[in-house]
């Protein structure tokens, strides 16, 4: 019966041994590719022979390189990784992905293309009722300047006529038909 005791206080000194901890050195994060954040500066030499200075004809330059910036460097606005994690895939442009198709949005296009055509009919309709409007009101404004015209000379002859009648109301006898006069008549 002893032996029985003695079972479970070996395996209570096998759980009491600690676990020894293995330290790994970790890995440096990786160097950050600056290729995909900007575009470097690009810097050309140009090799010039002799030259005088034009600024002072007694100085004469003698053959060098020449660096020139030929440009800044500047920002890389093309989409990257997401959040630095350069294993995630690029998120891709809407612009140049295909439109998801359902017969949702195939009943919404095909309702906006209908819109449309109706859009263009009445544009057209209005356009010509435009026109003719436009020529009714150029025909009214010939009218006007006619009817003008025409109100002018009348009014020009009833000046006339009655300086005509003013002037017949002041001679003595004038006839106003073509009978000859009775000499008998008193």
Not at 105 to 116: G, H, P
Not at 126 to 134: G, V
Request: negative net charge.
């Amino acid at each position: 019966m002893k032996t029985y005791h003695l079972i479970p206080l070996i395996f209570l000194t096998a759980c009491s041994t600690t676990p020894k901890l293995a330290l790994r050195p970790l890995q440096p994060p990786p160097a950050a590719d600056n290729s995909t954040v900007r575009y470097p500066e690009i810097i050309n030499a140009y090799h010039v022979g002799r030259y005088v200075d034009p600024g002072d004809d007694l100085v004469m330059h003698e053959q060098h390189v020449v660096y020139r910036v030929e440009e800044n460097t500047r920002w890389d606005f093309h989409p990257g990784a997401i959040c630095g994690n350069a294993t995630s895939p690029t998120p891709h442009d809407a612009a140049f992905s295909p439109a998801p198709v359902n017969d949702a949005i195939l009943a919404e296009v095909n309702s906006q293309r209908l819109a449309t055509a109706q859009i263009m009919v009445q544009a057209r309709t209005l356009s010509a009722a435009l026109m003719q409007f436009q020529s009714a009101l150029q025909q009214t404004r010939t009218n006007l300047q006619q009817t003008m015209a025409l109100r002018a000379t009348v009014s020009e002859m009833k000046q006339r006529l009655d300086a005509l009648e003013t002037a017949q109301g002041q001679s003595p006898s004038l006839s106003t038909t073509n009978e000859p006069a009775d000499p008998l008549s008193p």
